[in-house]
């Protein structure tokens, strides 16, 4: 139901209604100008051909030495979208089964779906602090499962999962020659250190993008660190699927990277603060929620509400919420990105906080 | 073998070696001025967000205009390989076959594979100039089918289906209840006219681009036309997979449909010379082929070549192309595309029949 809130919004907009969209992870701020000159750049220099299907030969470099892997490791995508989709379609089309903690990140069930895989879910809630349990981790592998799908920090909750917990997993895993994937594209802007599952010594799958670190969503650029075996067959899928990421775009990822830390440090700030200013809101409005360690997300909890409905009565109200239903089993619950200005944000979480109470 | 051959090309290209790059279709020739322009306001206007995963509606709408039909019956996608990808796999996932015309674009048949998907191909020869014999067609359809793909006009051999032939598929088509998706991307620039799938009133799948229209083939964006319940399962596909055409890039489209007579007149007007040039060299060196209807390929013949050796040993000379049996069982042929400058390309042409003939 996340995307059919996302595209009633934008036809809201298209309307001229004013909408503020807390529905989907697209934050307010604009890519900085240095990227965008970067692409001008490369757009008047010609760089718009065909190109190599697994990334411009600079950019999976700088990204190999970012990473402490060879570029032959990397290949670049779509968006991490296009990581997860390409890894998922290339492990799970001729069957098997995906195992995903949730509450999770839409896509990974839709993509499940649309692959008739099995997507074998377990539950963690907010109570536990959205803690997997290990021993039911395990229950849930069988000979027919493919892929562990691991989102560190998370969407929807932006918990960082406690390295412990990691460990055990990637252990289970290890033991029962699974590969995990793990989705990290909040790491590099998480309030707290978040442990990359490239910090294990093991045969797994990262997969990361520029959208969320460089603001740079509507580009859509991400990659995945693999073994090369996986590296070249994602590569050849996307000879036949897309051809190549822009060039003009992968220009303008790699002057990106020169500016992480300036970059990434601006956005920390700014989002811990509306995360605070969320934080103090929803706990007066008696809202129960995880204190979010990484942007954009908090999933609050009412007792008794009908997130899908909700959503869609306040939508009418000008604000766009993500129902919780779109990540599991949580109808209780809905997500908030803190993805607009700060007096809009201010405004619409006093008006979630209100409807909530109605 | 075509990819291979590409990736090889690109590495050498990175060695600092000059390859005349008869392989694919990427013409020479820049993406016009005010294209690129309009990306650049689009990009520092902020167009860099999310965006809807059925392409921008005014996009969509100028679209729906040029074809006739609603903007409801048209996605954008990243290129048109991603428009016959995501048909492919959204009619091909659970089993069944897809009927091809040979000699084919290598990506129908890869696709097909990737999805385990039987591909029954109907070869199609030069001694009868490549024409479909319609009840060879009608005897590989069986009660599995899914799909016939058409390319009008042909990759790899430019030549433009006889429209009788095609009144005929979509009568076949038609009886069988079966759609057909034609890939028409060189139609707009073909030299002689070419009758859309769009003209007939049946229930079938138009997918093009922008790539060979407005030299725009490193910028990936592309469309479909078709009835709204197959766009619908597009546009879903689109948001699991890649979210959306970068809107900077749709933008910069709709600028260049503006554009579309002065461009396309340009275009055909260039590699009608050069479509010239190359048969009056390939004649002269006795290599059989059959003259282009449209840009950008000849596909000659030469008894008893193997061209997949032929396409190696002329990439250490400095020219790639693409070797015949990457469109099919067509070993004795290779393709050659007329995208390098006048110069450039005669060089290569004449290397080429050099190579045939030692």
Redesign the interface.
Known sequence: ML?EIN?KA?KLQ?QGKKITKLN?G?PDL??PSEI?DA??VA??K?????????GE?ALREKLGSIHGVSADNIVIT??S??GI?STMYLTL??GGNVVIPTPYWT?YG??AL???AEARLLKTDLDSNWKVDLEALEELIDDKTRLIILNNPSNPTSKVMDEKIVDGIVKIAHDKNIMILSDEVYSKISFVNTKSILNYNNDNILVTGFSKMF??????IGYVVANENLITKIG??N???????????QDAALVALDMQDKLTNEIREIYLNRAKMASKILSDAKLEFSNPDAPFYVFPKYKGLDSEKFALDLLDAGVAVAPGTSFGDYREHFRISLTAPENDLRDALLKICKAVSE
Not at 46 to 54: H, I, N
Not at 215 to 220: E, H, I, V
């Open positions: 995307y595209e934008i298209n989907i697209d604009a890519t965008v692409a001008c757009l008047k010609g760089r718009t051909k065909y190109a190599s299907a697994f030969q779509p968006g979208k296009w989709f089309k001729q896509a839709l993509a649309s692959l008739c603001t740079m969503t509507g580009w859509r050849k899928l000879q036949i699927t897309f051809s190549n990421v822009p060039v003009f775009i």
